[in-house]
């Protein structure tokens, strides 16, 4: 029987990083794990701020990002920042804001 308990361990390991703004002045830099894989979320505090006061508090803008990342958490790393811009988008539209690009 073979242990491929340490192949596990590396791909938990590593930090998926994500930039939702670029240029992004005053970045705002959290951790998100889904599906034990850690999710390293750049964006401008302008952007989050605004996401937190649309969701409610930050507690909730980060459960939000995690839930949107958990849809799409085997695509390419990519596919993923592109999926989340678009999420807010759709968010922020609704509001007739838009901060992400």
Not at 1 to 20: K, W, Y
Not at 61 to 80: G, Q
């Amino acid at each position: 029987m073979s242990d491929d308990s340490s192949h596990d361990n590396t791909q938990q390991a590593s930090v998926v990083t994500l930039s939702l703004d670029w240029p992004c002045t005053n970045p705002i830099c959290k951790v998100i794990t889904v599906h034990s894989r850690d999710f390293q979320i750049t964006m401008s505090e302008k952007t989050y701020n605004a996401l937190c006061l649309h969701r409610g508090n930050s507690h909730k803008a980060d459960c939000w990002i995690a839930s949107v990342i958990a849809e799409v958490d085997t695509l390419h790393n990519v596919a993923i920042e592109a999926y989340i811009r678009i999420m807010m988008r759709v968010i922020f539209n609704d509001d007739n804001v838009c901060f992400v690009r």
